[in-house]
């Protein structure tokens, strides 16, 4: 399986922007999915994900603020994130977990990723 994420970029605070993640496979169906990020000199957190059972989760810093969503029939993950901060600068990575019906947060629990894709909130 390979994860293919696409638009990131930079934005000033209040901004918006849209990430997408392609699959080449069709692991979202029966995967947990999520977005997770790394800003320098810190640990990879998780952001928001989908539970292999529909369930949501997001970190507490961007309820409100990000949704996620996703397409099986397109193998399409997508973050909408809206009011940005600037400590929402970040590495944005879209990962994938077999067998995790719920929607983790934890690194750890993902099993396929992307190469990433930098956001800039200024």
């Known amino acids: 399986v390979q994860l293919v994420e696409s638009g990131g970029g930079s934005v000033q605070a209040g901004g918006s922007l849209r990430l997408s993640c392609g699959a080449s496979g069709s692991i979202y169906g029966d995967a947990c999915v999520g977005w997770l990020r790394q800003a320098p000199g810190k640990g990879r957190e998780g952001v928001a994900a989908?539970?292999?059972?529909?369930?949501?989760g997001y970190r507490d810093s961007v309820k409100g603020r990000f949704a996620i969503s996703k397409d099986n029939a397109k193998s399409t993950l997508t973050l909408q994130m809206t009011s940005l901060r600037p400590d929402d600068t970040a590495t944005y990575y879209c990962?994938?977990?077999?067998?995790?019906?719920?929607?983790?947060?934890?690194?750890?629990?993902?099993?396929?990723w992307g190469q990433g894709t930098q956001v800039t909130v200024s």
């Open positions: 990962a994938a977990a077999r067998m995790v019906r719920w929607p983790s947060l934890s690194q750890h629990d993902y099993n396929y």
């Open positions: 989908i539970g292999s059972d529909g369930t949501r």
